[in-house]
């Protein structure tokens, strides 16, 4: 059996420059207009982030839309909780700021979207995961950067609200108890656009200079 061969598309500087574009105005967006995001679109972005590596191509991602209002009050209720005990771990000027930052968009982000990896999948006969188990939730981390890029293409925002309690948003959704919570994403149309990412605007934490990320051995 022949398997199955197609030329590459030639990605030449254009595209090369248009997509450091894209990565750069990649942001964490807090800050949503309510208004409803097109039929398909929301779709159509997690058909593209199945398409990330995965290791042992075991495609681990579970998606849930979470639509019910009860279901998202409670993540809204959690999320309250864990941020009042971030809070409390700090001290001085930056307990202040960080009692202002604004740490999510959960009031008003149209779509609300929790990503988890399937722990228990057979998928890929764990290939891969023998030494490093931690590449299956890898994995679908691969998967959500590949379903930010392709939103921001479309003009959409994502925030990732990691200021929550896995168990009880596992529990609200009432999904399977392999399933371990990896991303709560809010997707909506942005308020503001900006280039530079919204912590460095508050004073909350500047970028890394490359000098301090990149070793050579």
């Not at 998606?63 to 309250?80: G, K």
């Not at 929790?114 to 998967?143: N, W």
């Amino acid at each position: 059996m022949t398997a199955d061969r197609a030329s590459p598309p030639a990605f030449g500087p254009e595209f090369a420059a248009a997509f450091r574009e894209l990565v750069l105005w990649r942001r964490d967006v807090r800050r949503f207009r309510a208004d409803p995001l097109p039929d398909g679109l929301v779709d159509r972005l997690i058909e593209l982030a199945t398409h990330a590596p995965s290791v042992g191509n075991c495609q681990p991602w579970r998606f849930v839309r979470v639509e019910s209002p009860p279901r998202r009050e409670a993540v809204r209720t959690s999320f309250r909780r864990a941020n009042q005990a971030a809070l409390e771990g700090y001290d001085g000027e930056v307990r202040t700021l960080y009692a202002r930052l604004k740490l999510e968009g959960l009031e008003a982000a149209p779509v609300q979207l929790a990503i988890f990896a399937d722990e228990a999948t057979e998928r890929g006969a764990g290939l891969g995961r023998q030494t490093m188990p931690e590449m299956l939730r890898f994995s679908v981390v691969a998967a959500v950067n590949t379903l930010w890029l392709a939103a921001r293409a479309e003009g959409i925002g994502v925030g990732w609200v990691s200021i929550l309690e896995p168990e009880v948003v596992t529990r609200a959704l009432d999904v399977p108890e392999s399933w371990s919570l990896i991303a709560y994403l809010c997707l909506g149309r942005p308020v503001e656009e900006h280039l530079d990412p919204e912590l460095e605007r508050a004073g909350w934490q500047a970028r890394a200079d490359l000098s301090e990320l990149v070793l050579r051995r």
